[in-house]
């Protein structure tokens, strides 16, 4: 089925060498480029890519194959040899998945590009399965699927996101149950393909959309069910990173149970069916009154539990005798200062009693110790007078020896009540001028 056309020895030429050489002036031949071309794509690696096979027609040896994408409108003719087929034994009908060897080729005469199928294979239940399985490990290991990745559901969502089939029972169930429960959510919603190979572009594209709205604040991915082939699109890794990359909380609500698709482990909640999704993401009106009332009612105790006890502190407190007579504090301190006052006036005044008699005592001591005291009790003092006072032999004016005053020296002598003058008779024997000896004062030196 291929065509071998080696490009001709032509030689010394003026063509150009490359495409981007040529010119209007200077063009190439078009049999140069269909050469040019095959020749690129002979060079081409045969590639396995898996498709589903939508149209095929059986033409003598050869049958005639349309491959689509599973996940995208992106279609490829190819051919393939009867006795593949039947090497294989393989009963290829329209729908099946398969995957397939493709070798691309260029048919130099009609210019035709044609995809040879040199190898085709089946893509049975357990393949997928299997490859699903594979998936889900590589994506885990990322950790896309981990718990601290998850995030919590409002308490109160005021706007859902739905994304659902279109006029599906999906959609019905999540909006009535979530309006039974909670007449005043509001929804949403975007209708989009949920089995094809269009799918998974559009409920990626919904996704997006609903995230990028900061008034939604949950967004449920809805079907009801169905065969595994029908689940395929909510299995793709496409929509996998999607919902992982969502800022908003996603809950998936797809309701097989039999298998569960990646996205169940990748969204923050997994909703068993779309019902099981409208339960859990809104609360129920009458059971969240009731509990509003339950609280209303416990705060209502405590408060009175609360007035109570300190209604009995303060009985307790105006039942204590300084609060019930206030004023005993105030007499009681008003009692103590004037005892107080009392002890520190008696102990000022015994000081002062004590100071003054001191004081007296001393003052005694000092007059008796006086001068004057000394001649109150009889004594003289005898000091020597006129011009020979100053030249006594001792210097002083006061007599304090016998020989100071010699017969005829005028002395004054002076006595308790005032002095009179006298005359020296000289020094006599003891006993004849006094009947008892001469006696000086130790500091004044007075004789008596």
């Not at 001709?8 to 981007?20: E, N, S, V, Y």
């Not at 393939?80 to 729908?95: D, H, I, S, Y």
């Not at 049975?124 to 995030?151: C, M, T, V, Y």
């Not at 020296?409 to 009947?435: D, K, Y």
């Amino acid at each position: 089925m291929s065509e071998q056309s080696p490009l001709p020895d032509t030689g010394p030429t003026t063509l150009p060498a490359t495409a981007a050489e040529t010119t209007p002036d200077n063009p190439w031949p078009l049999q140069l480029l269909s050469q040019k071309l095959k020749v690129h794509i002979d060079r081409t690696p045969s590639a396995w890519v898996e498709g589903q096979v939508i149209e095929m027609n059986r033409r003598g040896g050869n049958a005639y194959l349309t491959l689509r994408d599973v996940d995208a409108e992106v279609s490829l003719p190819a051919s393939v040899w009867t006795k593949v087929l039947e090497r294989k034994n393989l009963p290829l009908e329209r729908g099946s998945r398969v995957v397939a060897l493709l070798k691309p080729e260029f048919w130099l005469k009609t210019g035709r590009l044609n995809m040879q199928v040199r190898d085709i294979r089946p893509v049975g239940l357990g393949d997928l399965l299997a490859r699903i399985e594979r998936l889900r490990q590589a994506l885990a290991a990322e950790g896309l699927f981990a718990d601290s990745r998850k995030r919590p559901l409002p308490l109160l969502p005021h706007r859902i996101g739905l994304i659902t089939g279109r006029d599906s029972d999906a959609k019905k169930d999540v909006v009535r149950n979530a309006a039974l429960r909670w007449p005043a959510v509001e929804f949403e919603i975007r209708e989009v393909a949920v089995q094809g190979n269009s799918a998974v572009s559009q409920v990626v594209r919904a996704l997006r959309e609903l995230d990028g709205l900061p008034e939604v604040d949950v967004i449920v991915i809805a079907r009801g069910g169905g065969a595994l082939e029908d689940l395929l699109p909510f299995n793709s890794e496409e929509l996998v990173r999607a919902v992982a990359a969502a800022t908003t909380p996603v809950v998936s609500a797809i309701g097989h149970e039999a298998d569960r698709p990646l996205l169940d482990d990748v969204a923050d909640l997994r909703a068993s069916t779309p019902t099981d999704a409208a339960k859990r993401i809104v609360p129920e009106v009458s059971e969240e009154l009731a509990g509003v009332r339950q609280a209303r009612e416990q705060l209502r105790r405590c408060i009175e539990r609360l007035v109570d006890r300190e209604s009995d502190r303060l009985a307790a407190l105006h039942s204590r005798p300084v609060l019930a007579s206030p004023e005993g504090l105030v007499t009681v301190r008003s009692e103590e200062i004037e005892r107080l006052l009392r002890r520190s006036s008696t102990a000022v005044n015994s000081t002062v009693v004590r100071a003054g008699d001191r004081l007296e005592h001393l003052r005694t001591q000092v007059r008796a110790l006086s001068p004057q005291k000394t001649l109150d009790r009889g004594y003289a003092v005898v000091e020597l007078a006129g011009p020979h006072a100053a030249s006594s032999a001792s210097g002083h004016a006061v007599v304090r020896h016998p020989a100071d005053a010699p017969a005829g020296q005028p002395l004054a002598i002076r006595v308790a009540e005032g002095r009179f003058g006298a005359t020296s008779t000289g020094t006599g024997s003891p006993g004849e001028n006094s009947t008892t000896p001469e006696q000086h004062h130790p500091e004044t030196g007075e004789t008596t």
